[in-house]
């Protein structure tokens, strides 16, 4: 077994996993962390399985950048794993984490409920899109997203939501998408139009207006799909 800090798995290289096992390399910063309940839970899950002690957990994020996060969790061999996946071993539970996920995983919490089940409480936000026809890296996109992070988002976290910008069109109109506890409530479209555009329209003179690229009544986002 790793020695990590308690519920928590450290990042390593597949082979710097194996090394450590055979006490070769120290753990170094946590990814993830994880609760006695739910290693509980997916011990149980696990030996439910055939050849079980051969299995460790893949989790992964199946949403794609403009979604809100959505996570793929499956059995599967460990030594089967690609060498660009992170595998930590924790309490005996292997832990399989696609390279490309790490960075939005890192910081996150799995957790078990009776009521919830298993739930991934994570702190990052989602990519943002890229969309054709819409610019975000010029100085009026790095303006907007100031605010959306220094008071757009702070106002919204207090009802678990959050604002992801998108980009501007060059004729005043700037594209977001919302997200968490705004995200498929039937208030958030009144949120994003009386309380988001006026917050932009007020600070940044070349923004004139807002759209609010969420499908509110799917929780999804046609414009990406």
């Not at 450590?20 to 753990?27: H, K, N, Q, Y």
């Not at 969790?73 to 399989?96: N, P, W, Y």
């Not at 005043?172 to 139009?193: E, I, N, Q």
């Amino acid at each position: 077994m790793i020695a990590t800090a308690a519920g928590s798995l450290s990042p390593m290289s597949p082979l710097e996993a194996l090394a450590a096992e055979s006490g070769g390399a120290g753990a170094s910063e946590p990814i993830i962390s994880i609760t006695p309940e739910a290693l509980d839970q997916l011990r149980e899950l696990r030996d439910e399985e055939t050849d079980g002690e051969k299995l460790g957990l893949r989790l992964g994020i199946a949403s794609v950048p403009g979604e809100e996060f959505r996570y793929d969790l499956s059995f599967e061999e460990f030594l089967t794993a690609a060498f660009t996946d992170e595998v930590r071993t924790h309490d005996g539970m292997k832990i399989i984490i696609p390279g490309t996920d790490v960075e939005l995983l890192t910081g996150a919490t799995l957790d078990y409920t009776s009521a919830q089940g298993l739930v991934i409480r994570n702190p990052n936000q989602p990519e943002t899109p890229s969309v054709e026809g819409l610019t975000n890296d010029d100085e009026l996109s790095a303006e907007v997203e100031a605010l959306v992070a220094s008071e757009v988002n702070p106002a919204l976290a207090a009802h678990g939501g959050f604002v992801t910008f998108v980009g501007h069109d060059g004729e005043g109109t700037a594209f977001l998408t919302m997200g968490g506890g705004c995200h498929g409530c039937s208030m958030s479209k009144m949120t994003m139009l009386d309380g988001v555009q006026t917050m932009l329209v007020d600070a940044i003179e070349a923004i004139e207006r807002v759209k609010d690229l969420t499908d509110h009544a799917t929780g999804e986002s046609p414009f990406y799909s």
